[in-house]
């Protein structure tokens, strides 16, 4: 068991000293690893920021259906109980004429003029039933229920739908998808390209050192001894590149909330994607470590086996 732990500890030690001997040759391969992993991570960063964003405005987005003075209580709740059962609806909330009042004179409680008319009058305003959709692509269901002559007779006036809100979210739900596919035709060409480049560094690490790999394969080194350095060297490419990664996005939030006193840029919210970026720092962190390593190591392997001629065991 000794005997395998030094076996492992030359192979580290060896890998970390070539490392040093080649970091002219890495730091292209690096290079193109880092902005491959810098996308990957911004492009969650940025998924997960739209999908507040879109979460935000769709709680804002009601129906509104306004009813007659003489719509009775037991026909408003006939209707509140058909509309619950429609397959998108998520909430449906009653307002009597009297809480609608008081929600509108709470409102505008900074406008005298309409606290006054308000008091000088009767209560204009009608009763209200609001209801909030599950799923705004589907909002044509609630509405054609709505406009069924048994339901619009009920009403005092024409159904109200916020439609610019759902605009905007279909504009950022668009904006999203195409970022999604952007990032990820991105993410795989720039892999490929760092896995070739560290494929070619690897190629060119074997053959600076052919003397020296042929003198281990007369002295009977095993296959696994040879390669080994190889690998620990591709996989330090992926740990230094994870980590100079993490710490560019990183900056790039820094300079954009402090330095730029921003708290939006374009749809993003910068605000929402630095906290999103801070809680789960570890976890993004340990996730790049994984992607770039495995990316590392995979290519070294697919060199050593191509390049190094001897028999695998």
Same mark, same amino acid.
């Given at each position: 068991?000794?005997?395998?732990?030094?076996?492992?500890?030359?192979?580290?030690?060896?890998?970390?000293?070539?490392?040093?001997?080649?970091?002219?040759?890495?730091?292209?391969?690096?290079?193109?690893?880092?902005?491959?992993?810098? *996308? #990957?991570?911004?492009?969650?960063? @940025?998924?997960?920021? /739209?999908?507040?964003?879109?979460?935000? =405005?769709?709680?804002?987005? +009601?129906?509104?259906?306004?009813?007659?003075?003489?719509?009775?209580?037991?026909?408003?709740?006939?209707?509140?109980?058909?509309?619950q059962k429609l397959p998108n609806t998520q909430s449906v909330t009653y307002l009597s004429k009297d809480q609608v009042l008081k929600n509108f004179i709470q409102q505008n409680a900074n406008?005298?003029?309409?606290?006054?008319?308000?008091?000088?009058?009767?209560?204009?305003?009608?009763?209200?039933?609001?209801?909030?959709?599950?799923?705004?692509?589907?909002?044509?269901?609630?509405?054609?229920?709505?406009?069924?002559?048994?339901?619009?007779?009920?009403?005092?006036?024409?159904?109200?739908?916020?439609?610019?809100?759902?605009?905007?979210?279909?504009?950022?739900?668009?904006?999203?998808?195409?970022?999604?596919?952007?990032?990820?035709?991105?993410? *795989? #060409?720039?892999?490929?390209?760092? @896995?070739?480049?560290? /494929?070619?560094?690897?190629?060119?690490? =074997?053959?600076?050192?052919? +003397?020296?790999?042929?003198?281990?394969?007369?002295l009977g080194a095993s296959t696994s001894y040879i390669r080994g350095p190889f690998i620990v060297e591709s996989a330090i490419y992926?740990?230094?590149?994870?980590?100079?990664?993490?710490?560019?996005?990183?900056?790039?939030?820094?300079?954009?909330?402090?330095?730029?006193?921003?708290?939006?840029?374009?749809?993003?919210?910068?605000?929402?994607?630095?906290?999103?970026?801070?809680?789960?720092?570890?976890?993004?962190?340990?996730?790049?470590?994984?992607?770039?390593?495995?990316?590392?190591?995979?290519?070294?392997?697919?060199?050593?086996?191509?390049?190094?001629?001897?028999?695998?065991?």
């Amino acid at each position: 068991m000794r005997r395998k732990y030094t076996t492992l500890w030359r192979i580290i030690h060896t890998g970390i000293v070539n490392f040093i001997r080649n970091a002219s040759l890495a730091i292209a391969a690096m290079a193109v690893m880092i902005v491959t992993l810098t *996308i #990957v991570l911004f492009s969650l960063i @940025a998924n997960a920021t /739209f999908a507040n964003t879109i979460n935000q =405005i769709t709680s804002k987005i +009601d129906i509104s259906v306004y009813l007659k003075d003489t719509v009775t209580p037991a026909q408003s709740s006939q209707l509140v109980a058909q509309l619950q059962k429609l397959p998108n609806t998520q909430s449906v909330t009653y307002l009597s004429k009297d809480q609608v009042l008081k929600n509108f004179i709470q409102q505008n409680a900074n406008n005298q003029q309409l606290q006054s008319a308000a008091d000088a009058t009767s209560n204009p305003l009608p009763a209200t039933i609001r209801i909030k959709p599950r799923d705004l692509n589907k909002i044509n269901d609630i509405k054609a229920f709505l406009d069924k002559p048994a339901v619009t007779a009920l009403e005092s006036e024409p159904t109200s739908y916020n439609g610019s809100l759902k605009q905007a979210i279909d504009n950022i739900t668009h904006a999203t998808n195409v970022l999604r596919e952007i990032g990820i035709i991105a993410v *795989i #060409v720039f892999a490929v390209v760092s @896995a070739l480049i560290i /494929f070619n560094t690897i190629q060119m690490a =074997i053959f600076n050192r052919r +003397d020296e790999i042929q003198i281990m394969r007369l002295l009977g080194a095993s296959t696994s001894y040879i390669r080994g350095p190889f690998i620990v060297e591709s996989a330090i490419y992926g740990l230094l590149s994870a980590v100079i990664s993490v710490l560019i996005v990183n900056s790039i939030f820094v300079a954009a909330s402090s330095t730029l006193q921003a708290t939006t840029f374009g749809l993003l919210d910068i605000g929402y994607a630095v906290t999103y970026f801070d809680h789960r720092f570890w976890k993004f962190l340990g996730m790049q470590l994984m992607v770039g390593i495995l990316i590392g190591t995979v290519s070294s392997v697919i060199a050593t086996r191509r390049y190094l001629k001897f028999k695998i065991k």
